[in-house]
């Protein structure tokens, strides 16, 4: 449904059933759309360990020798030769 904006500041409660009942509102000025009321949906948030198991690692991620790595690339120091 289209409504202009006269009517859209006259009858916003029931825009907003509108919406809850999945129907598309349109808000037009000079029969022009310039705004979509679209009903809002809760954001779904991942728990803390849903990667778990999911993606592999290396399994020298916390070695010596790769913390040397990234403290030198956190100095600043690039760890490729210049060429």
Do not use: H
């Amino acid at each position: 449904m289209q409504v202009n904006m006269l009517e859209a500041k006259n009858c916003l409660s029931s825009l907003i059933a509108a919406t809850e009942r999945d129907e598309e509102v349109v808000i037009a000025r000079n029969d022009m759309p310039v705004a979509k009321i679209v009903k809002y949906t809760t954001p779904k948030v991942a728990l803390p360990d849903a990667w778990k198991s999911r993606i592999a690692y290396a399994a020298d991620w916390n070695s010596a020798e790769t913390n040397a790595v990234i403290e030198r690339l956190f100095a600043g120091f690039d760890d490729a030769p210049a060429a």
